[in-house]
């Protein structure tokens, strides 16, 4: 179990020096880490995914990286999914790491059989993360 004074990594860069001319970069877009700490690029409000273990499967390096910065501290568990990681492996990942939460930058339409209550997709943009969510 983590101390009781752990800080998530979102709290850090609220207190990061230069915080507003930093920025996480990724082939076609980059993310200003201020706008890391004074938004959400969920659509569901943090409080939705609060004790859930969550498998990020992100394919964009990016991507992965926001949703770690914006889940972190907030989550049970995070797992992250390797890009390549086989679809036929994805309901053992889901069972051994208790998964009930699923964010993804792509279509989710290969997540629809597993069994999941919670799926969003992450979406990247310049300024600030837009998200679309189909719902289970």
């Given amino acids: ?46 409080s939705m995914f609060s004790g859930h273990s969550v498998l990020v499967a ?22 992250l999914c390797p890009p390549d990681l086989p679809h036929e492996y994805l309901p053992s990942v889901i069972a051994n790491a208790g998964i009930d939460a699923i964010v993804c930058d792509h279509d989710s339409t290969e997540y629809g059989n597993l069994g999941i209550r919670l799926l969003t997709v992450l979406r990247a943009s310049r300024q600030t993360l837009s998200v679309a969510v189909p719902a289970m």
């Fill in 1 to 46: 179990m983590l101390p009781s004074d752990a800080r998530s990594l979102r709290k850090r860069l609220r207190s990061a020096p230069h915080c507003e001319s930093r920025f996480l970069a990724g082939r076609a877009t980059s993310i200003a880490l201020a706008d890391l700490v004074h938004g959400s690029g969920l659509r569901d409000a943090l």
């Fill in 58 to 79: 992100t394919r964009d390096q990016l991507a992965s990286a926001l949703t770690l910065i914006e889940l972190d501290g907030v989550v049970r568990r995070l797992t």
